[in-house]
């Protein structure tokens, strides 16, 4: 069909556009535009299978700045091609084509406000001779590779445009262009998911894969049916809100930088070129476990998910059943939650600030009566969490408050962590464990905000049933123990808060995720099971194995490209090789575990089984038992 004859078949449409356009060539719809006539419509579903981009028209000024913007938020602008100064034509990725009419419409941005929505911008004239324009990929342009792999798309369902959303997400700035991600939104049945991820995983030049699956208030949109852009897409009972990252970012780009003349597509009405997309070179390599990725669920309600590679999942699979070893017999094969090692790491993954709690005071008559189990745990798990340069805390009750500063400082002096560890008390001076202290502790000062994303207990004693603490043996310890479980309790009803355990006994905080297994299989279990239960639990042999495998496992998703990119929310890049060697550094090695633990021997910590002031956990010997899970561990881990 030519452009001439298109006035006999524009009365009939489909999806919010008309019939002929579906199918049509992309330079017949060009010149549709480019003749002037009326399109309101999304080009969502025009033109099946070509490539279509978003508009970013420049001052040569300021172009040099975009261009680098773009290529440091590369997942929200993807450039197709940028044209020279005054170029109106796209000769990469289109013939016949004029920037200035074949779109559309245009919106015009004066010192940064939108003035108005136009057809065409010939009326510019001579003022557009000095822009350059940018084409930046589409995520409309990966629609059929979607429908073609049986995913609905529920937009052409119902003949309206994608939700389109601004977010908390900051893009990395460069020069006058500072400003938040925009995303597309498509509801995708829940089976679905990995499935459209991994379709539009290799597609960058279009968005790629999503940046965000589930919960919108995680990344600042709160309410998906009210879209800043587009339509409205309604859900079906088992869809779950999949995002993309936008092109409309460049919008915002514009808004931010304030030029005096810029002009940018109408959001939903792109550029079409003649480019096919080639679904044969966007592949995903099945037999490669590093480039396959793997959607994991992190909660139900409101649903979330991580990504990370198969390769990657599987080797924290592997850390979560190496240190699941009962070498003290305490009966542990159902106190294990499968997963939830994994599903710890992702969550602390994305977080900004990490509260770790530890503390198990089962040493009775001791002048310090805590226990060294635990500890090195923390402190290898808040080592990583300074490397990854997520804020960490460690907090810990009265009676063990001054210890443990003493310990940061030797440590920090010795060289065994690269900076402050910061350590608080729990509950405050002048103040008593209880919910209010809790949540006084735990937020901001209107009481909902929270300080902390992700909250960790390791080998911290938890109360029973009773309300009470109790030893394995069921010594009743409550006199030593400002309760951490109010922390616990206040984190599960604050938003956006993951909470994760990490016990080898079943009376430590976490464990009432598994209180009726504890109850039933270990020892005394009725009497010293802690009731308090977190998000995810982690079971080990020894508390310090789960915090060296928790540890491990952040590292391995920090060097995950997969999860990289979906952490970033695939802007600003990814990490260096000197980074990589920086993460590296700060993973446990057998020399620095010995060393940890003959610090914490120095400062008067004990076995908390024997007692004994000697190289032990729980009475298993570092030589021989723990240097060797250590290395088993090491193992698992890419080679340095």
Not at 238 to 250: E, N
Request: glycine share 8%; net charge negative.
């Amino acid at each position: 069909m030519t452009a001439s004859g298109m006035g006999d078949h524009d009365t009939k449409k489909v999806g919010g556009y008309q019939e002929w356009m579906e199918n049509a060539p992309p330079i017949d719809v060009r010149q549709y535009f480019r003749q002037g006539y009326e399109f309101k419509e999304a080009t969502a579903g025009v033109c099946k299978g070509y490539l279509q981009a978003n508009l970013t028209m420049l001052h040569k000024s300021i172009a040099s700045n975009f261009a680098e913007f773009c290529c440091a938020n590369s997942g929200p602008l993807p450039i197709v091609f940028q044209s020279n100064v005054g170029q109106f034509s796209a000769p990469k990725i289109a013939q016949d084509s004029d920037i200035r009419s074949d779109l559309p419409r245009y919106k015009v941005y004066t010192n940064g406000i939108e003035t108005k929505e136009v057809k065409d911008l010939l009326d510019f004239g001579k003022k557009v001779n000095n822009f350059v324009s940018f084409y930046v990929g589409c995520s409309y342009s990966f629609d059929l590779a979607l429908l073609q792999s049986h995913i609905p798309l529920r937009c052409l369902e119902q003949g309206c445009d994608v939700s389109t959303f601004k977010t908390n997400i900051k893009c990395h700035a460069v020069g006058e262009f500072d400003c938040y991600q925009v995303v597309s939104m498509r509801p995708i049945p829940r089976q679905l998911v990995e499935k459209a991820f991994r379709v539009t995983h290799p597609m960058s030049d279009v968005h790629g894969a999503p940046i965000h699956i589930g919960n919108p208030g995680a990344i600042g949109i709160s309410d998906v049916l009210k879209p800043d852009y587009g339509d409205p897409n309604q859900f079906h009972s088992d869809d779950i809100a999949v995002f993309w990252s936008c092109g409309v970012t460049g919008l915002e780009a514009v808004l931010s930088a304030k030029p005096p003349l810029a002009f940018t597509h109408c959001p939903g009405g792109m550029y079409i070129s003649d480019m096919p997309m080639d679904l044969s070179k966007y592949q995903v390599n099945i037999t490669d476990p590093t480039d396959l990725p793997k959607v994991i669920p992190l909660m139900e309600e409101p649903f979330q998910a991580s990504v990370a590679s198969e390769a990657t999942v599987n080797k924290i699979k592997q850390l979560e059943q190496l240190v699941f070893d009962d070498p003290g017999e305490r009966q542990l094969e159902d106190l294990l939650v499968p997963d939830d090692l994994l599903k710890s790491a992702l969550a602390m993954s994305h977080s900004s600030s990490v509260l770790i709690t530890t503390g198990f005071p089962c040493v009775l008559g001791s002048t310090n009566p805590y226990e060294n189990d635990g500890l090195s745990g923390a402190i290898t798990i808040a080592t990583i969490l300074q490397a990854l340069k997520i804020k960490v805390t460690l907090v810990v009750e009265k009676g063990l408050y001054n210890l443990m500063k003493q310990v940061a400082q030797s440590l920090l002096a010795g060289g065994l962590i690269k900076e402050e560890l910061p350590v608080l008390q729990y509950p405050q001076p002048n103040t008593s464990a209880c919910m209010e202290s809790a949540r006084d502790f735990l937020t901001h000062d209107d009481g909902i905000t929270p300080k902390y994303d992700h909250l960790v207990a390791i080998e911290r004693t938890g109360q029973g049933s009773d309300g009470k603490h109790h030893t394995m043996h069921d010594r009743d310890i409550s006199h030593l123990v400002d309760s951490s479980d109010y922390l616990f309790e206040v984190a599960s009803e604050l938003p956006l808060v993951f909470t994760t355990g990490i016990g080898d006994g079943g009376n430590e905080v976490g464990m009432g995720k598994v209180y009726d297994n504890v109850v039933k299989t270990v020892p005394k279990g009725a009497s010293i099971a802690c009731k308090t239960s977190t998000d995810y639990l982690i079971t080990a042999g020894l508390c310090d194995w789960g915090g060296f495998a928790l540890s491990m496992a952040l590292y391995l998703l920090r060097v995950c490209p997969i999860h990289d990119r979906y952490q970033r929310r695939a802007v600003g890049f990814p990490p260096t090789k000197e980074d990589k060697a920086e993460f590296r550094e700060a993973v446990l090695s057998v020399d620095k575990a010995r060393e940890l633990l003959e610090c914490l021997l120095k400062h008067g910590f004990r076995d908390g089984i024997s007692g004994c002031s000697a190289l032990t956990v729980d009475t298993l010997p570092f030589e021989g038992i723990i240097d060797d899970k250590i290395k088993q561990m090491l193992d698992i881990l890419p080679k340095a």
